[in-house]
């Protein structure tokens, strides 16, 4: 206290002012506020921090007031000793000094001549206070686990769609060339290591993966990219899957393997590069994934200035594959079948053709083209005929494996960006957003057939 107090307070106010500062040692609220300080400077930058402070000072303050009321002293004699001690001793800079000065001092005066206290905290408050205290630390923790692994792939039960006959062979170097069709009585098994994709032929009940790895770099398909990530789109792209995979083993990424398979009845390729492939992977090789959503650098594709150059469809004159048939339904008189792919333009520009589909589906073949999730939020409705022809850039460079461009005098198109503007009336902003991945609990390499 300041020297030459005693001669201004009585001895009942200069017991209540020491009483304070007890109050204050014995609460350890030096320790707190110096822990605080240091908080306060490595997140200084955050606001909730500043606010906590201020709400720290006035609560140890307002405790210690209350603490002396508690022992009998008169409010109004107290108040005055505050105040006396005011006029005689400015507040001190360091926020970790406690004292009879600290916090609101107008605030402390009224609540304590109010005699103005906080209710007790007996059992149920307590258990209330302990509940809410659970409930704020819990329910980020139940939310982030929710939102991370909302879809977790079960193993496929005893009555999923499973192949009658299948053959897992490792591929090997000296082999026939992919997609070569290696029967099942072909002895020593193996087809010769082709692009990550593979080479599947699927016919009626049948199933020839051709070499493939099981996980491949997006966005090509391994097995497992196949069998989890590629027909969820809605309708089989070129290129693969737009779901990566996240964790397993390296050899995942290097072995090459081919399945020979065959369903009962006439199998469609939407059930054998489905559910009877999931159920393959987890018999053979014990595989157990889940999907989890993550926060990644993405495109988010917009209208540009001007209004989209697009019209919405008026009459159908294409028919989408049916996946769920095999074969496919003969059409209709006078239709043609729907396409979507990403494929060689004129000369050495790529092309996206995209007929009769929706912008959100338009949004995953530029994904597949551009190595980066791009999401909708142009707010267009209805269906259209997209055609889009880009140059093969540094933007794009990944197609130039898949897509070598022939001799050609053709002049190159602008970039996917410049073209997407240009032709479509639309623009590709980079920014952030959600991105599902395919993580690989659990996987072995096959047994035997």
């Known amino acids: ?156 039960g005893p009555g999923a769609p499973r192949f009658e006959v299948a053959s897992v062979r490792p591929c090997r170097d000296d082999g026939p060339s992919r997609g070569a069709g290696n029967g099942f009585n072909k002895k020593g098994g193996g087809t010769k290591k082709g692009f990550p994709g593979g080479s599947p032929i699927i016919s009626p009940g049948r199933l020839n993966t051709g070499c493939a790895p099981l996980a491949a770099p997006y966005p090509t398909a391994g097995l497992i990219q196949r069998a989890y990530g590629r027909l969820p789109l809605g309708r089989v792209v070129r290129l693969g899957s737009s779901v990566p995979v996240s964790g397993g083993p390296a050899w995942i990424y290097s072995d090459y393997y081919t399945i020979n398979a065959e369903a009962p009845g006439n199998g469609s390729e939407a059930v054998m590069e489905g559910p009877m492939l999931q159920a393959l992977l987890e018999d053979r090789f014990r595989l157990r994934v889940h999907r989890q959503t993550r926060q990644v650098a993405v495109y988010a594709l917009t209208v540009a200035k001007g209004g989209p150059k697009i019209k919405p469809i008026t009459e159908s004159n294409c028919v989408a594959r049916d996946y769920s048939r095999f074969p496919p339904p003969a059409l209709p008189p006078g239709k043609r079948p729907c396409f979507d792919m990403i494929g060689r333009g004129a000369g050495p520009n790529a092309k996206i053709r995209d007929d009769e589909s929706t912008i959100d589906y338009f949004t995953k073949l530029l994904g597949l083209a551009l190595n980066r999730p791009v999401i909708d939020r142009t707010g267009l409705t209805g269906k259209y005929n997209i055609v889009l022809e880009f140059a093969v850039d540094q933007a794009t460079a990944h197609l130039a494996d898949d897509l070598p461009a022939p001799p050609s005098d053709e002049p190159p198109a602008p970039s996917i960006f410049t073209a997407v503007e240009e032709q479509l009336g639309l623009r590709l902003v980079s920014t952030r957003g959600p991105r599902e991945f395919l993580v690989i609990d659990h996987i072995e390499r096959p047994s035997e057939n």
């Open 1 to 156: 206290v300041p020297a030459g107090i005693t001669q201004r307070l009585t001895a009942t106010q200069l017991e209540s002012v020491l009483a304070h500062e007890l109050c204050h040692v014995q609460r350890r609220d030096n320790l707190t506020a110096a822990i605080h300080m240091v908080v306060e400077a490595v997140f200084w930058f955050h606001p909730l921090v500043w606010w906590i402070g201020a709400r720290l000072l006035e609560e140890r303050e307002r405790a210690c007031d209350e603490a002396v009321l508690g022992l009998g002293t008169i409010p109004r004699d107290y108040a005055e000793a505050i105040l006396s001690v005011c006029r005689l001793y400015a507040e001190s800079p360091l926020a970790c000094v406690s004292g009879v000065t600290g916090a609101d001092l107008r605030k402390r005066i009224e609540a304590i001549l109010t005699n103005s206290r906080a209710l007790r905290l007996n059992f149920p408050r307590k258990a209330v206070l302990a509940a809410a205290g659970v409930a704020a630390v819990a329910v980020p923790v139940m939310l982030g686990i929710l939102h991370t692994s909302a879809v977790r792939a079960q193993p496929v």
